[in-house]
């Protein structure tokens, strides 16, 4: 019996070092199939990410030319980025020739939030807006749309008419060449730009 326990024991403890070698190799293939895996799923967010930017790449740029046009117009306009208050001026001084007007006085507030910003949904865009206060006289009514008519077609920006009323000058005698009429309009003279960074256009109007 002796002989036959000495007989197997070598060939059990090989068994034992084969099993034992077996095992850490099955966890060593098992380790590395979980990294590799790993890097799988890795490379593979890696490539979806990579397809969404050229996808998302390739819409903006198709909404780039789409819109470059309209773009390059508000922007010639005077509506993107800062307010041009000496286009407005001149644009009031050629509004007040071409009506054969009696001259204009103008107040120009500081330019501060749109608060209607909302209703226009400007989405990642701040709306500003530069109040001017306008005193004219006048000959007669038709005077005040041929003024604002004049005004917009100067293509100084885009402006809304906020409020406007007509006073008679309470003169002793009307005469064919003076006016008989004063007016006091109120515009808001807009303009849009990028939301500063950190912040949104909400952030801004409040």
């Known amino acids: 019996m002796k002989n036959l326990r000495d007989t197997l024991a070598l060939p059990i403890v090989l068994l034992v070092v084969v099993i034992a070698a077996a095992g850490a190799a099955i966890k060593l293939t098992d380790d590395q199939a979980r990294a590799a895996q790993s890097r799988l799923t890795a490379q593979q967010k890696q490539l979806k990410d990579a397809q969404v930017r050229v996808q998302k790449s390739g819409t903006e740029k198709e909404m780039i030319v789409r819109y470059l046009p309209d773009y390059s117009k508000l922007d010639e306009l005077g509506f993107v980025g800062e307010e041009r208050r000496i286009q407005w001026l001149d644009a009031l001084r050629n509004a007040n020739q071409k009506g054969a007007m009696f001259g204009i006085n103008y ?5 501060q939030a749109f608060p209607r910003a909302a209703a226009f949904s ?3 865009l ?3 807006q530069s109040v001017m206060k306008l005193r004219f006289p006048m000959l007669h009514e038709d005077d005040l749309p041929n003024f604002l008519q004049n005004l917009a077609e100067q293509n100084a920006g885009v402006f809304l008419i906020e409020q406007c009323t007509v006073r008679r000058a309470g003169a002793a ?3 064919r060449f003076q006016p008989n009429m004063n007016a006091e309009c109120q515009l808001a003279w807009l303009t849009a730009r990028p939301a500063t960074a950190g ?3 909400a952030d801004e109007r409040q």
């Open 122 to 124: 400007p989405g990642q």
């Open 199 to 201: 912040g949104t256009a």
């Open 126 to 128: 701040s709306l500003r």
């Open 107 to 111: 107040d120009i507030a500081a330019q």
């Open 173 to 175: 005698q009307v005469t």
